[in-house]
């Protein structure tokens, strides 16, 4: 469900990205009548801000692209699953490529670099839990963690009787993307960050993996990986979202990969560099002042990311990305894989249109003129 409010004009308190980056360093949160911080303002190093096209293809423009995916999917699936194929084993499938070995491995690339990785341990993990009975598609008690710099720390949980450390796992996840998936990144995107975690209980109570979401970054700022996409596959109706870009790597210990999945891929073009944008305070204040006063929210971090806003359903494009203060509100977990459900706040830092997204549900766009 879509609901469009309003549209703002354009915003007239911009700053230089110096004077930007000046007032982080010793900016503090104050609650108001809707929105309490339950973080402090991350010191992010903003030395450039860019805005860049971006589009997402549902086919394979030419035979090139087709061979490509073909040999990743190849490559993959020797890398990481152990197993060694000939590109004649790989079978086309709509606009993505596969292999697979049913119940014992799957690798999948599509034409937008989305991808997934499920290897034998992650098929073996289901086939084990599946004979004791014990459903492992995650239950409303898994834990959210947030790196933030202060809720990750320390934490551990008992994964098949090992004290597994959050921070341990999710920073090995962090390295073995940046060194195993750097091809399926724009050139654009300079690196990946650790964005969340969760702790996945099983239905006999017990923690069994560990999701970690990773986002790539553009000198420092995050692409964004919280955000709306829109389930209604009629691509003749237009709509309004924030599209999210992610890869998720589930754990079963600190360092055995069980799946990994890249989501939501765009391509990437068209840098431009922009020197003024909206400062955090003015964000906070425009957050407040746009959201009505009966709804409250507790909010758990804040940070400048990279978001695209798309009003094509197939995203397509050509859309942009632009830079955007983002206010994560709520998290709740859902009971499938990959089910971080997050409720997010955009301030648009050029223009100062907002945009409140309740992920897998809607986007609404406000106006607090």
């Given amino acids: 469900m879509i609901f469009v409010l309003s549209s703002c004009s354009n915003n007239d308190n911009l700053k230089e990205i110096s004077e930007i980056s000046e007032e982080m360093k010793s900016y503090k949160f104050t609650d108001t009548e809707n929105l309490h911080f339950e973080c402090a303002p991350i010191l992010q190093k903003l030395d450039k801000i860019y805005t860049f096209t971006s589009k997402s293809p549902s086919e394979f423009n030419d035979d ?39 119940d014992q491995l799957q690798i999948t690339v599509s034409a937008n670099k989305s991808f997934s990785i499920a290897t034998r341990s992650y098929f073996g993990l289901l086939r084990k839990n599946s004979e004791l009975g014990i459903n492992v598609n995650g239950t409303d008690q ?25 921070k341990t796992a999710a920073e090995y996840a962090q390295k073995w993307v940046k060194d195993n998936l750097s091809d399926m990144f724009d050139p654009v995107e300079d690196g990946v960050e650790i964005s969340d975690s969760i702790a996945v ?20 700022v995050r692409i964004n990986e ?10 003749s109706v237009t709509t309004n979202f924030i599209r999210p870009t992610y890869i998720d790597v589930e754990m079963s210990d600190e360092k055995t990969i069980l799946c990994t999945t890249g989501m939501f891929r765009t391509v990437k073009t068209d840098k431009n560099e922009i020197t003024m944008i909206l400062p955090l305070s003015e964000a906070v204040k425009k957050a407040a002042e746009g959201l009505a006063p009966n709804l409250e929210f507790n909010v758990k971090d804040v940070r400048l990311k990279y ?62 003129e």
């Fill in 64 to 102: 090139a692209e087709r061979e490509e995916a073909i040999q990743r999917v190849v490559k993959y699936s020797e890398k990481f699953c152990g197993q060694k194929i000939d590109k004649t084993q790989v079978v086309a499938d709509g606009s993505s490529y596969l292999y697979e070995e049913p």
């Fill in 142 to 166: 898994s834990t959210h963690i947030i790196f933030n710099g202060k809720d990750e720390s320390g934490k551990t949980y008992i994964i098949d009787g090992k004290d597994i450390n959050v």
């Fill in 201 to 220: 209980k099983s239905s006999d109570g017990k923690y069994y993996s560990f999701h970690v979401r990773i986002a790539s970054t553009v000198s420092g």
């Fill in 307 to 368: 978001c695209v806003h798309s009003t094509n359903k197939t995203n397509k494009g050509p859309n942009e990305y632009r830079p955007m203060w983002c206010f994560l509100l709520e998290v709740t977990e859902g009971n499938s894989f990959y089910s971080v459900v997050t409720k997010d706040l955009f301030v648009d830092a050029i223009d100062g249109t907002i945009y409140l997204s309740d992920s897998k549900q809607m986007t609404c766009e406000i106006c607090n």
């Fill in 226 to 235: 919280n955000g709306f996409v829109d389930p209604d596959p009629n691509p």
